[in-house]
């Protein structure tokens, strides 16, 4: 199994806090991506890395930011949670030699 | 932009019996990667298979096999001899190179029926 890992897996948060959610791999792939996956949606990308400090925006990024100061993390920011972002979020990792992406186990992000 | 089309938002099969999902995609790229995952209830995303475009033979792992028709852009998976293992959540994925994005559809939620 690919070295990813995310964390939290289960977050529950009030409407207009902060959330980070961080994605974590010992693989050294030069791409991370964040998706989230909601019925009816399958998964959508929100943002994604092509490097450090290297980042560009998804399909729906509108109210996430994300930073990559590491090779090996890649985190993902609610500036200020809302209802609509109650999803599950997956990282997803890389290589150059690879063609298929890597996934994550997944975080349940709950916000009331 | 490309686009990834999954029209069978759920399908159930016979267990032992044959089942074919269908994708289809929208690109104007020649070269490119295509991909089937499945995700099982414990929400782990696990690569059934992967087609390479310029690749014409089309790709097969065990029981699960593709249909790749690039001038229809039609990919296809087929799942031969249905286990009850095989229930999940089927993803169809595209990605232009390995550089880029990868795209999803929306999915296909398949029942194994005993």
């Known amino acids: 199994d690919a070295g990813i890992t995310q964390s939290p897996r289960h977050k529950v948060t009030e409407t207009g806090t902060p959330v980070t959610l961080r994605c974590h791999q010992t693989?050294?792939?030069?791409?991370m991506y964040w998706y989230r996956q909601d019925p009816g949606h399958g998964l959508r990308l929100i943002h994604y890395s092509y490097g450090v400090k290297d980042t560009d925006k998804g399909e729906v990024s509108d109210g996430y930011s994300v930073s990559r100061s590491k090779t090996e993390d890649f985190l993902l920011t609610l500036e200020s949670a809302t209802s609509s972002q109650t999803s599950v979020y997956f990282c997803a990792i890389r290589g150059r030699k690879n063609t298929e992406a890597f996934f994550g186990q997944g975080t349940r992000l709950t916000v009331v | 932009a490309q686009t990834v089309t999954q029209s069978q938002p759920e399908m159930s099969v016979q267990e032992a019996e044959t089942v074919t999902l269908s994708c289809t995609y929208d690109?104007?790229?020649?070269?490119?990667?295509l991909f089937w995952y499945k995700q099982p209830p414990s929400r782990q995303m696990i690569l059934v298979i992967r087609q390479e475009a310029y690749k014409q033979q089309n790709a097969t792992e065990n029981r699960f096999s593709v249909n790749f028709q690039k001038a229809a852009k039609s990919f296809s998976l087929k799942i031969s001899d249905s286990q009850l293992g095989d229930a999940a959540m089927y993803f169809c994925?595209?990605?232009?190179?390995?550089?880029?994005?990868?795209?999803f559809g929306k999915g296909t939620r398949l029942h194994i029926l005993p």
């Open positions: 693989e050294n792939h030069r791409y």
């Open positions: 994925a595209y990605s232009m190179n390995r550089d880029d994005k990868i795209i």
């Open positions: 690109t104007s790229e020649s070269d490119y990667y």
